[in-house]
């Protein structure tokens, strides 16, 4: 059972045009989002997080929206560029209940063409 | 400040054989993970550790065993592999647990034949 799905498995956009990814979760204990980024042959690496208490976070090009009554949160990244080529990977977590598991959709893979 | 080291960054073992997979950090962290990454899918994780001593299962933790003797150091060990553990296998390690920023090793591809 995916608590965490990024329904697309990839998406292609053209340099300088707006990456939409997408993230829905099912656990409703859910309050903190994060997502991470991920070039072949590395380790993801953190980009951006949310908390419930917000709806919006920005951090230069990237902004990550958060609809908690829809529990679907999106990255955008504009302009998008092509070394944003990458998998993001969402990843949620419970702050209250004790767990110290981040729970991981299973990625999308973003191709930005020059 | 070299962050997450893993060794090896690529293996390949025979149906039954052994192997642990190392993993270090130096930046202080409590918490530590491994991970492993199938292709098209995204992170399972598998043993965790809060502290040195301390250990606990993930969501896909059969066939593995793991230890904490230091804050350091948290060696993921393989007994008897099996093809279904043919993946890509991260360590992570994070200060505060929980949703805190973790930092990844650069992975391990692991194949058994």
């Known amino acids: 059972d995916q608590q965490v799905k990024q329904n697309s498995p990839s998406l292609s956009v053209q340099e300088g045009r707006i990456s939409i990814l997408n993230c829905d979760y099912t656990?409703?204990?859910?309050?903190?989002f994060l997502w991470y980024k991920k070039y072949p042959a590395e380790g993801p690496t953190f980009l951006i997080s949310i908390s419930s208490i917000k709806d919006k976070n920005e951090d230069g090009r990237f902004t990550v929206f958060l609809n908690k009554s829809a529990k679907h949160l999106s990255l955008h990244i504009v302009p998008s560029q092509p070394g944003d080529s990458a998998v993001y990977f969402c990843a949620a977590y419970p702050t209250q209940g004790g767990s110290e598991k981040l729970v991981f959709g299973k990625g999308t893979k973003l191709t930005v063409n020059p | 400040n070299a962050g997450v080291t893993q060794t090896p960054k690529f293996r390949i073992l025979k149906i039954g054989q052994s192997m642990t997979l190392q993993c270090t950090q130096d930046?202080?962290?409590?918490?530590m993970y491994w991970y492993r990454q199938d292709p098209g899918m995204g992170l399972k994780l598998i043993y965790y550790?809060?502290?040195?001593?301390?250990?606990d299962k993930g969501e896909v933790p059969n066939g593995y065993n793991v230890s904490r003797s230091t804050t350091e150091d948290f060696p993921l060990r393989l007994e008897l592999a099996a093809p279904s553990q043919t993946s890509v296998y991260f360590c992570?390690?994070?200060?505060?647990?929980?949703?805190?920023?973790?930092?990844f090793g650069p992975g391990t591809r692991l194949t058994v034949l």
């Open positions: 550790s809060v502290g040195a001593g301390i250990t």
């Open positions: 656990n409703s204990m859910f309050d903190y």
């Open positions: 930046m202080n962290h409590n918490y």
């Open positions: 992570a390690s994070t200060l505060a647990g929980g949703g805190d920023t973790q930092y």
